[in-house]
């Protein structure tokens, strides 16, 4: 490995690669593709008069094709005989004299590796794989603007007070973790957890007078005791995972449900909203068709006229799917 000097004049140009397409970009480019997609950088700092940084870079290229390594890293070479590498070695620092330098910077700009390695053989994929594994999740385009468009509903949503549409449009955001669930330093996931925070701080006194009409519903005959009930399962799912204002649902629901009267209701008024949002959903058309056919089954049974008004509804805006389920039970 050749020897750092101190006295050098020293800069930086900066090569962002993907699977597909290699383009040049700046260091605050760098910065910014890291910090909206959740990348980490992983930046090699060397000079063209460095053999072993040129053959650790030509085994870094190889690398970079394989898209488990290229599409999650932010891969940056930089060149210290440049003037502009002073503003990279400002805001990260390494330890040792040798060349080459490398890097390994997490989305929210913690470094987490900075040191003079060459990285000899399998240790580099494993390095920038393990570095990748602890640096959060990252995010394709398509999630991206996913997740930027529902944060950007969930302040609207806030600046009106709406706080269902705001908790509807967060619940529909987390759906992009599930079958990833991971900490994630991107600047859209960071300000979700933010939005997060100002949701459940600003929805409990909203909660609290939802429940102030569920139990003035309850109170009263059907077809009230059938609405507040229904009131209470929409807010069951707008709720659902959010600590204590959950819990306080769970407790009211249970002590519905020693009643035998109220748990029908209850149970009545759940099947109708999982077939509802279920038909409203982008499902398959089997699923959709299970959906109805719970309605329709449960209209056909219940002998609450409260229930089947609401089992109607629903299937007189979903006739069309009802026709392919049970034609004759639709009149």
């Not at 085994?59 to 390594?69: E, F, Q, S």
């Not at 009409?213 to 009930?229: C, E, F, R, S």
């Not at 204590?244 to 407790?251: C, I, P, V």
Request: aromatic content about 6%; glycine content about 4%; some cysteine.
């Amino acid at each position: 490995m050749r020897q750092v000097t101190p006295s050098i004049s020293i800069g930086l140009s900066l090569l962002f690669c993907s699977l597909v397409v290699a383009e040049e970009t700046s260091i605050d480019e760098a910065l910014r593709i890291s910090n909206r997609t959740g990348k980490p950088i992983f930046a090699i700092a060397s000079r063209k008069t460095c053999q072993p940084c040129q053959v650790l870079k030509s085994r870094v290229a190889g690398l970079m094709k394989d898209p488990r390594i290229g599409e999650n890293v932010v891969y940056l070479r930089i060149d210290l005989d440049h003037p502009s590498w002073k503003k990279w070695d400002r805001k990260f620092s390494y330890q040792g004299r040798m060349l080459p330098i490398v890097y390994l910077i997490r989305a929210d700009q913690k470094q987490l590796y900075g040191k003079s390695n060459n990285l000899p053989g399998a240790q580099l994929k494993k390095f920038i794989s393990q570095g990748i594994a602890h640096s959060g999740r990252s995010f394709n385009e398509r999630e991206l603007r996913y997740l930027e468009s529902a944060n950007q509903a969930t302040e609207s949503a806030l600046q009106e007070n709406k706080i269902l549409q705001a908790l509807h449009q967060l619940r529909s955001a987390s759906t992009i973790y599930s079958q990833q669930p991971q900490v994630s330093y991107a600047n859209c996931a960071q300000q979700t957890s933010r939005l997060t925070e100002m949701v459940i701080s600003r929805s409990g006194p909203y909660l609290n007078a939802e429940l102030q009409k569920v139990t003035d519903g309850l109170k009263k005959n059907q077809p009230y005791q059938y609405q507040a009930i229904s009131r209470l399962v929409r807010l069951e799912n707008s709720f659902s995972g959010l600590g204590e204002l959950s819990q306080k649902l769970a407790n009211m629901a249970q002590g519905l449900a020693a009643n035998p009267e109220m748990n029908s209701l209850l149970s009545s008024a759940r099947t109708i909203d999982r077939a509802n949002s279920i038909l409203n959903s982008p499902v398959t058309p089997a699923q959709k068709k299970l959906a109805m056919a719970s309605i329709v089954d449960l209209q056909n049974r219940t002998s609450f006229e409260s229930v089947r008004t609401a089992a109607k509804e629903v299937i007189k805006r979903n006739q069309a799917t009802l026709a392919s389920v049970a034609p004759a039970n639709s009149k």
